[in-house]
């Protein structure tokens, strides 16, 4: 037998579904959802999807698509014992503070010390 060259104008659930690229059971899904591709019914259960029909379905898909950005979940803690990394920060707060204020005092000493040493001598 020779196959003929006829391109058929309507795809069944298996092929249109290969066309879109998902499984039959989605397309399935989809159509009963009435999400799916437009279709023609056959009788009660024949159902055929024309390729512009299925075209289309895939450019509303594509160019509607917005990818959405979940917004950031924040966990509340109950209070009590900090973590490891909230104590580690803060003793290096704590640790920094001393430096800062061990060279803060040590420049007022320098500083009270020199003028003081210029007072004295301008007064000789």
Known sequence: ?????VTPKVLRYRDAATYLGISHCRLRNLVSEGRGPASVTYG????????????????????????????????????????????RNQKQMAHWTAVMMTLFMTYLLWAYGFLSIATDFMTN
């Open 44 to 87: 009660k259960r024949d159902r055929a999807f024309p390729i512009a029909a299925l075209d289309a379905f895939i450019e509303q898909r594509t160019t509607s698509y917005q990818p959405v950005t979940p917004e950031p979940i924040t966990v509340k803690r109950r209070p009590g014992r900090p973590r490891k990394t909230e104590q």
């Open 1 to 5: 037998m020779a196959q003929s060259s």
